[in-house]
């Protein structure tokens, strides 16, 4: 086979038109390769997935710090906390929940459910409707605060931030600031 095609390869080199043909398909290869620089880059799903994760990254870090602001505000109010910081953790991102309209079929006793997104039309084109917009789940916090020496004030402080957070008492840490 590789014969066959070495001499199909030669007969073409010896004769005036093979010369020409390869010298064309050279010449339009080499076009067809500096005309790639001045196309448009493509997105790939790999880069939109690192910029929407870079993304997320950047808002569950600013939902955390938002949150431990509010918690400081609060927690300082209450009798015996004296100052604090509070760090929270949060177990994945946040989640964005699209509006679905829902078509039922009944067909010789089976249930066929189709749901599409609903998409809106606005000046910068059309996007999905959102429903929901679902803050990421909050997994653990700590206090620090100068009143945490007392037990009380620490059942407080848990109490408090299992009330506002829903978390469990084994994911919270109170002790106390030097």
Partial sequence: MWDKLRKGLLSLKQGENGVRLIVILGIVGLGLI???NFLPERKTAVQTAEKATAADTDSVQA???QMES???????RIEGVGSCQV???AAGTSETVYATDAETD???SRKQEQKKCVIVSDSEGEKPLVQQVV??????????CDGASSSIVQERISN???AVLEI????ICVVPGK
Avoid: F, H
Avoid at 70 to 76: F, G, K, N, S, T
Avoid at 168 to 171: E, I, L, Y
């Fill in 160 to 162: 408090a931030v299992q």
């Fill in 70 to 76: 509010q918690m400081v505000a609060i927690l300082e």
């Fill in 63 to 65: 939902y955390c710090r």
């Fill in 168 to 171: 469990p008492a084994n994911r």
């Fill in 135 to 144: 803050s990421p789940k909050i997994s653990g916090v700590i206090v620090v």
């Fill in 34 to 36: 500096l005309l790639s």
């Fill in 106 to 108: 009944w067909a010789e």
């Fill in 87 to 89: 760090m929270l953790t």
